[in-house]
């Protein structure tokens, strides 16, 4: 994941002091910090396990990055196989960069 956001120019750091609430999911996530953004990755083990997770999380915290984030500041929820990121970030063009990484399919060689 870090590579991906790395070659798309984000600038990926390891960091966990700008990041929100974390739901209780079974997997352990781990943070990013993307400039004055963060994000929290879960690795699931196939698409079904990363499904389920997503289908218990509050639609009213977390959005779809195809929606436009409110006053609300919602976060970002972006899913791409077995991968499920939250972005907090109120930033439209950083929030399409990065779905735009991570749901650009398998990394080619």
Same mark, same amino acid.
């Given at each position: 994941? #870090?590579?991906? &956001?790395? @070659?798309?120019?984000? *600038?990926? @750091?390891?960091? !966990?002091?700008?990041?929100?609430?974390?739901?209780?999911? *079974?997997? $352990?996530?781990?943070?990013?910090?993307?400039?004055?953004?963060?994000? =929290?990755?879960? &690795?699931?083990?196939?698409?079904?396990?990363?499904?389920? +997770? =997503?289908?218990?999380?509050?639609?009213? #915290?977390?959005?779809?990055?195809?929606?436009?984030?409110?006053? $609300? !500041?919602?976060?970002? /929820?972006? %899913? !791409?196989?077995?991968? /499920?990121? &939250? /972005?907090?970030?109120?930033?439209?063009? %950083?929030?399409? #960069?990065? +779905?735009?990484?991570?749901? =650009?399919?398998?990394? @080619?060689?």
């Amino acid at each position: 994941m #870090r590579i991906r &956001l790395d @070659q798309s120019g984000l *600038a990926p @750091q390891s960091g !966990s002091d700008k990041i929100g609430d974390l739901p209780a999911l *079974a997997v $352990k996530p781990t943070i990013l910090t993307l400039g004055n953004a963060a994000l =929290a990755y879960y &690795l699931y083990a196939d698409t079904v396990a990363r499904h389920a +997770a =997503a289908m218990g999380l509050d639609t009213t #915290r977390y959005i779809p990055e195809t929606r436009p984030v409110s006053m $609300k !500041s919602e976060t970002t /929820l972006i %899913q !791409s196989d077995n991968v /499920l990121v &939250l /972005l907090f970030s109120k930033n439209e063009h %950083q929030r399409e #960069r990065v +779905a735009d990484a991570i749901t =650009a399919g398998p990394p @080619q060689p």
